[in-house]
């Protein structure tokens, strides 16, 4: 094995970012992953805190217990357990303490309340550059895979080159893989049975140390079966460190930013490690944009182009504007001729509702429902929305669902959104040919949110290479913005420790309207089961199934198309618009969201007619909207122009 000697000069050379500065073996780190002691009171503050969290404001404490039932071994009804060991923890040494209370957290299977051990534990990250899927046979049986090998961290684990791409994992430390997750599911944190075999899948290989304590040994053994030749053997990889402040909040824009989060830091963590190891799974996305989590292409598939959007997060790294604006102009420009789309956001971890939101609207010529979620009916939240600055970030709306079940015996207020409806549509429509979601059970929190909202409108069909996907529905708040923000009786914790809540939980609307997310997920409309060869043609194969799929469907006999840019000054345009339709009887006409106009277009059939409208002389700023009827006065299409 190298020692970290050996391999500085080749990480200088073989990485760009500064977090590979910071790669180290846990046999030598392993003393600095540590746990501080914490004296009676200081357990006492955090004990008392996680209840705060756990008993006042875990919007999904009723639903959890309900849905995985109580047992010791797995799920812990969270009131009681933490009152257990709040009596108990006399009895108990620091790292007891927090490990029992760990289990409380993790046994919930929610992503979204996290227990984040103290500093410096909570700084690391062990991995091995092997990473594992589930695969599925052509005769339904399952089975894991090898199916990423981190090229770029192999330099630290050399003994990695006996392994190769569609290895079959049998044993993980001498045990049969599937035991190891069967066994670990209530660790893992994954909901429902797709989503928590994936994340205790995922935890084999990275264990983020702000939640997981280190591995027992300084080397994973595995023993596996040769893709190639069938061969069976064994192998042993050392555990590599990450030593590096750990992703504890996401991308915002402001402090408001902070109220619309949902996100699974757990796997976003091992997205950045990806990232920083240069090694992308996202062949298909061959063209960049403004916002690098947002990237696109055009492919053929039996003579046809149909589009491919890869969104890796919710969490833009330049921002939500940027983000939309980029996805726009590949709709309006680069992907405007294709007859299909399909989205990718499989393995997207989460972000910002808000962006979610947005989104839905480009796809379709309806009107879209955005996200509604709901309060847990407590004393501690009605104070946070009534006695504090925290409340002052809500708007009205939030005040007014709680305010209406305060004194009643209801669990939950009802459910209201983060945008009104009309916000949710001022953009319009982009986007004209048939839509695919592609997700899986790694698709987590906003990217929940999205694969359901474009299902519950009636946008798309979701393609999954699960039944279901991670299934994190709620909007998660850090424990330290209730202290910002509220103040008493929420306390700062010791030693950089945080902690994080489910708060307002996710309720579906429209096709499955009062439907959770949470456990249960997005239910794909068609399953598309990643198998072994999906590991070699970067997913090739699937893409054309699902394109074919979108192909073989009807489509939109009405089409619009204009002859200036989406956002165009009145400088450039003059005011007017000229746009050919197909197969539409109205134009309807909008100025800043109110009606102004209805032209009769009268175009029948596929020959284009071109429509010209002109903007009244005294409007020089804001939107107009075109919207196309049938004689029923079905809405076919929209779009809206900037000026």
């Known amino acids: 094995m190298f020692k970290l000697s050996t391999v500085a000069s080749l990480l200088a050379l073989s990485f760009t970012t500064g977090a590979m500065a910071q790669i180290s073996y846990l046999e030598d780190t392993r003393d600095q992953i540590s746990i501080q002691d914490y004296s009676y009171e200081q357990k006492a503050l955090v004990a008392e805190q996680a209840k705060l969290l756990l008993d006042g404001l875990y919007v999904n404490k009723y639903a959890k217990n309900l849905y995985y039932g109580l047992s010791p071994a797995g799920h812990l009804d969270p009131v009681v357990a933490v009152d257990d060991l709040i009596n108990n923890m006399g009895n108990l040494s620091s790292s007891q303490f ?28 062990s991995f091995v550059p092997v990473h594992f899927a589930q695969t599925v046979n052509t005769d339904g049986s399952k089975e894991v895979r090898v199916n990423r090998i981190w090229q770029n961290y192999t330099v630290l684990a050399p003994e990695t080159s006996t392994v190769s791409l569609g290895d079959k994992v049998i044993a993980y430390n001498g045990q049969a893989v599937t035991d190891v997750v069967n066994n670990t599911l209530f660790q893992g ?14 935890n084999l290989t990275i264990k983020s140390h702000n939640k997981q304590m280190p591995p027992q040994n300084d080397a994973l053994t595995l023993t596996l079966e040769s893709y190639e030749t069938g061969e069976i053997y ?3 990889l050392p555990w590599l460190v990450y030593n590096g402040n750990p992703s504890t909040q996401a991308n915002t824009e402001d402090n408001a930013a902070q109220f619309t989060q949902s996100i699974n830091y757990e796997f976003a963590t091992f997205k950045e490690l990806e990232a920083a190891a240069q090694d992308s799974a996202f062949a298909l996305a061959a063209n960049a944009t403004a916002e690098p989590t947002v990237t696109w292409n055009k492919v053929q598939v039996d003579g046809e182009s149909v589009g491919y959007i890869k969104i890796a997060s919710f969490s833009p790294k330049n921002g939500t504007n940027t983000a939309l604006v980029a996805i726009i102009d590949i709709l309006d420009n680069q992907l405007s001729d294709t007859k299909a789309l399909i989205i990718d956001v499989r393995s997207n971890p989460g972000g910002n509702i808000l962006y979610n939101d947005y989104l839905l609207q480009l796809f379709t010529p309806k009107r879209v429902t955005p996200s509604h979620v709901r309060f847990i009916n407590t004393p501690e939240n009605h104070h946070i929305l009534n006695n504090s600055l925290f409340g002052t970030y809500l708007s009205d709306n939030w005040h007014q669902v709680l305010a209406d079940v305060q004194g009643t015996n209801e669990q939950y207020s009802a459910a209201t959104s983060f945008m009104t409806k009309d916000a949710a549509n001022q953009i319009g429509q982009a ?13 987590y929190s906003a990217g929940d949110m999205f694969t359901c909202g474009m299902q519950d409108n009636g946008i798309a069909t979701v393609f999954g290479q699960h039944e279901r996907t991670g299934a994190g529905g709620a909007n998660v708040i850090e424990h330290g913005l209730f202290v910002q923000y509220v103040g008493a009786p929420y306390q700062a914790l010791p030693y950089d420790q945080s902690m994080r809540v489910s708060w307002r939980q996710s309720v579906r609307q429209g096709h499955h309207i009062n439907a959770l997310i949470e456990d249960y997920g997005c239910v794909a409309n068609e399953v598309v089961s990643y198998n072994v060869e999906d590991i070699f043609d970067g997913d090739t194969q699937d893409f054309n199934t699902i394109a074919r799929k979108l192909l073989a ?5 009405a089409t619009v198309a204009f002859n200036s840019d989406r956002f165009a000054p009145v400088a450039e345009t003059n005011g007017v618009y000229n746009f050919d339709v197909t197969n539409t009887e109205y134009v309807d006409v909008y100025i800043d969201g109110t009606k102004v106009k209805r032209i009769s277009a009268f175009a029948y059939g596929t020959q284009a007619k071109t429509i010209s409208y002109t903007l009244p002389s005294n409007v020089t700023t804001g939107t107009v909207q075109f919207v196309g009827l049938d004689s029923g006065k079905t809405r076919l299409w929209n779009s809206t122009r900037f000026f």
């Open 553 to 557: 469907k009807p489509t939109a006999r």
């Open 98 to 125: 927090h490990q029992q209370l760990q289990k409380i957290f993790l046994s919930q299977r929610d992503f979204h309340l996290d227990y984040n051990y103290p500093a410096p534990m909570k700084n690391f990250v």
């Open 189 to 202: 944190g994954g909901a429902n049975p797709d989503g928590g075999f994936v994340g205790a899948l995922n």
């Open 431 to 443: 986007y004209y040919g048939n839509v695919g979601v592609w997700a899986n059970a790694n698709t």
């Open 234 to 236: 064994s192998v042993n």
